[in-house]
């Protein structure tokens, strides 16, 4: 029998263990229901939660922080930008209130400004939730302005590890990765 | 004009008929993307259930609504149990798979039941109305007025309900859906239940008409299928209104078409197939999936 945190994941998706143990993933794409509208995607981010009031409540602090998607509502997530569903995304994953955010890619295929916008709501929540988060990002700009510590991956390998300010300070992470 | 009004009445009810299967064809093929050949032959099974209960004299509205959940349970095994080995795989294998399962549904109730025609009871007296002059059968009326219902309460439970929100977002991405922690599965399994739910009723309202043998829908899975497609598969109102229009035209077409008559007004939905898909292939009312990238 396979287990993994005391939790038999025989036969579950990956997706499965995650909602099991309180994870919520925002994959790299597109992590929204094409076919739902915003508000109906944000139900099904809460599926597992019973407290009607507290979810009411989520999702009003969801469009608080993503104000573009209040305006899109009732609008289909496939309808939305690309910048749109990423938060659509990102906001469907909190409602799950999750213990843990996994943030895979979340500025990939975004114009600058927008990604900006996707990364000043995130670290909002951060401050205001609490939740811990694990970030994959290529633009380490963008994800020094989240994260406290930060590991360097080379073709899979840990090449450096510390704190955002120890790297930033760096003068080989600044040539690589910072632009100067 | 009497005539007229009468053909149209008697046209809504075959093709409400026609109607329930193929919202019911529709419901699977949303939650997993196939075409279940086998969901006429499943309704037959639960209304010999049915019929069965009746000739133990259980009153009939008890005996449909037992078949119904028989029904509902048959569908949630067979997803669970036959159909989700092959749900990932080839659709092709999947599609053989029903009509196999079709094959041995019709077999095992002509080995039980034996193949000869069963009167079944109607649930509405065979009497007629009168309104405005013309009279109408009120079994025409009532059949169109179940289904109606039942397909109010089926878009209800669609829109209004959590369940109904979980069974959709599992038919858009069941990976996704997961990932939220919605049991993909179970709700497979419900929307089987809810489909073959839906045929027994189709089969309890059509089998006073036709009486009850094994091969009872086997024709109106034809018609099921020409509405799905008239319809579009995207589109559970639209194929309800493909098999109202199917219903119809094929009983104006038999009387006042002279060439086609009784005997090839089974014809006319598929010269609408045809033309149907030469014009519009999406279907009257589903849609061209537009992703955006």
Same mark, same amino acid.
């Given at each position: 029998m396979g287990k993994f945190i005391q939790l038999v994941v025989d036969g579950l998706s990956t997706g499965s263990v995650y909602a099991a143990l309180g994870i919520a993933h925002v994959p790299e794409g597109r992590g929204t229901l094409g076919d739902l509208t915003v508000?109906?995607?944000? @139900?099904?981010?809460?599926?597992?939660?019973?407290?009607?009031?507290?979810?009411?409540?989520d999702i009003d602090y969801c469009l608080d922080l993503f104000p573009n998607l209040q305006d899109r509502i009732k609008s289909n997530a496939s309808a939305l930008s690309g910048g749109e569903q990423q938060m659509l995304a990102v906001a469907r994953a909190i409602m799950s209130k999750p213990r843990l955010l996994l943030l895979d890619e979340a500025s990939l295929g975004l114009a600058p400004s927008t990604a900006k916008n996707v990364y000043d709501a995130i670290r909002r929540l951060r401050t205001e939730?609490?939740?811990? &988060?694990?970030?994959?990002? %290529?633009?380490?700009?963008?994800?020094?302005?989240?994260?406290?510590?930060?590991?360097?991956?080379?073709? =899979?390998?840990?090449?450096?590890?510390?704190?955002?300010?120890?790297?930033?300070?760096?003068?080989?992470?600044?040539?690589?990765y910072l632009g100067g | 004009m009497g005539k007229f009004v009468q053909l149209v009445v008697d046209g809504l009810s075959t093709g409400s008929v026609y109607g329930a299967i193929a919202l019911a064809i529709v419901l699977v093929h949303q939650a997993t993307g196939l075409?279940?050949?086998? %969901?006429?032959? &499943?309704?037959?099974?639960?209304?010999y259930v049915a019929w069965r209960l009746t000739v133990n004299?259980?009153?009939?509205?008890?005996?449909?609504?037992?078949? *119904?959940?028989?029904?509902?349970?048959?569908?949630?095994?067979?997803? @669970?149990?036959? &159909?989700?080995?092959?749900?990932?795989?080839d659709p092709d294998t999947a599609v053989v798979v029903t009509i196999g399962l079709l094959t041995l549904i019709t077999g095992i109730c002509?080995?039980?039941?034996?193949?000869?025609? %069963?009167?079944?009871?109607?649930?509405?007296?065979?009497?007629?109305v009168s309104?405005?002059?013309?009279?109408?059968?009120? @079994?025409?009326?009532?059949t169109t007025l179940v289904i109606v219902v039942a397909m109010i309460a089926l878009q209800g439970l669609f829109v209004g309900t959590?369940?109904?929100?979980?069974?959709?977002?599992?038919? *858009?991405?069941?990976?996704?859906?997961?990932?939220?922690?919605?049991?993909?599965? @179970?709700?497979?399994?419900? =929307?089987?239940?809810?489909?073959?739910?839906?045929?027994?009723?189709a089969g309890a309202l059509v089998a006073p008409q036709l009486t009850l043998t094994p091969g009872m829908l086997d024709s109106t899975l034809v018609y099921a299928l020409a509405a799905v497609i008239l319809g579009g598969l995207t589109s559970p109102i639209g194929v309800v209104v493909a098999a109202w229009i199917i219903g119809v035209l094929e009983n104006l077409a038999?009387?006042?078409?002279?060439? *086609? =008559?009784?005997?090839?007004?089974?014809?006319?939905?598929?010269?609408?197939?045809?033309?149907?898909? *030469?014009?519009?292939?999406?279907?009257?009312?589903?849609?061209?999936?537009?992703?955006?990238?």
């Open positions: 508000r109906e995607n944000l @139900r099904v981010g809460a599926y597992l939660r019973k407290d009607a009031k507290g979810v009411d409540r939730s609490g939740i811990s &988060m694990i970030v994959v990002e %290529q633009n380490a700009n963008l994800a020094f302005t989240l994260v406290d510590s930060a590991t360097v991956l080379e073709v =899979g390998r840990n090449v450096l590890t510390g704190t955002s300010a120890e790297l930033k300070g760096m003068d080989e992470i600044r040539r690589a | 075409i279940n050949f086998a %969901q006429g032959g &499943m309704a037959v099974l639960a209304t004299d259980v009153p009939l509205i008890f005996a449909i609504l037992v078949s *119904i959940l028989f029904s509902f349970v048959v569908g949630a095994v067979v997803e @669970r149990w036959l &159909m989700r080995r092959f749900e990932r795989g002509g080995w039980l039941w034996t193949y000869n025609n %069963q009167q079944f009871p109607s649930l509405f007296p065979l009497d007629t309104f405005l002059g013309v009279s109408i059968s009120i @079994r025409s009326i009532g959590k369940l109904g929100l979980a069974l959709r977002a599992v038919a *858009i991405n069941p990976e996704s859906a997961a990932s939220s922690g919605l049991p993909v599965g @179970r709700l497979l399994m419900v =929307g089987w239940g809810l489909a073959a739910g839906l045929g027994a009723v038999a009387v006042y078409v002279p060439f *086609i =008559g009784f005997d090839l007004k089974v014809a006319v939905p598929f010269i609408l197939i045809f033309v149907v898909l *030469i014009v519009r292939p999406q279907g009257l009312f589903g849609r061209k999936v537009v992703v955006r990238v």
